[in-house]
């Protein structure tokens, strides 16, 4: 029930493409669901969330669709970019009064964007 | 605004041999978390801090494993003795707890251990 299921585990597109993630997860407790991107070297950075109030969230090309049904959300990466090739993650956490933070990852997705 | 720092940033040890690693969080950060991300897979909690107190040691093997965080600043893991599986990249975060509770966590480099 804690386990957050990303795919695909690697991705290839052309320069311009829409790569999509897809994560799913059990825990109907989670209730922040935020995508991190990283660079070979580097920590995992902050790229976009989203909490479950919402159906669909913007920022700049990224965006994260959200299916609270079916305990679904993927990232859709707009016009994408070689400097977008990192490995990017989706995470849960549970919210409320008994927040801790702790987050829960996906496996990961390695991206790369061809020129 | 610093980031979270960590070091080294490499380490290379025997099997059976101690290590430890040192994170220094963004000053003001109450919460500071080390997880392990073993190669090709997300990072996985392993201690959470607040302040010096812990909050989540439940992933933390216990048995080798061990963390500090004396005056609710900087942070050591430690690995006693050490097994071929540690082998991983250690990353430090944290985390303000003013404002709510959807903080950002904000990650250091980490420390690519490697235990041969």
């Known amino acids: 029930q804690q386990q957050v299921k990303q795919s695909p585990q690697s991705l290839i597109v052309q320069k311009g493409g829409i790569p999509i993630i897809n994560c799913a997860y059990e825990n109907t407790a989670f209730d922040y669901f935020p995508w991190y991107q990283q660079f070979p070297g580097k920590g995992p950075a902050l790229l976009i969330a989203?909490?479950?109030?919402?159906s669909e969230k913007k920022e700049g090309r990224f965006t994260i669709s959200f299916n609270k049904s079916a305990k679904q959300f993927s990232l859709h990466i707009m016009d994408s970019q070689p400097g977008d090739s990192a490995t990017y993650f989706c995470?849960?956490?549970?919210?409320?009064?008994?927040?801790?933070?702790?987050?829960?990852f996906g496996q990961g997705t390695t991206l790369q964007v061809k020129p | 605004e610093a980031g979270v720092a960590q070091s080294p940033r490499y380490k290379i040890i025997e099997k059976r041999q101690s290590v430890a690693f040192w994170c220094n969080p963004i000053s003001g950060h109450a919460t500071l978390y080390w997880y392990q991300q073993i190669l090709g897979q997300g990072p996985k909690l392993l201690i959470q801090?607040?302040?010096?107190?812990?909050?989540?040691d439940s992933q933390l093997p216990k048995d080798r494993f061990s963390a500090e965080r004396l005056k609710g600043v900087d942070s050591t893991l430690k690995i006693q003795p050490a097994k071929l599986e540690d082998s991983a990249v250690y990353l430090c975060?944290?985390?303000?707890?003013?404002?709510?509770?959807?903080?950002?966590?904000?990650f250091g480099p980490g420390t690519r251990l490697t235990v041969l």
């Open positions: 989203i909490r479950p109030d919402v």
């Open positions: 995470a849960a956490s549970k919210g409320g009064s008994s927040n801790t933070g702790k987050l829960i």
């Open positions: 801090f607040q302040n010096n107190g812990v909050v989540d």
């Open positions: 975060a944290s985390r303000t707890i003013t404002g709510g509770a959807y903080n950002e966590q904000f």
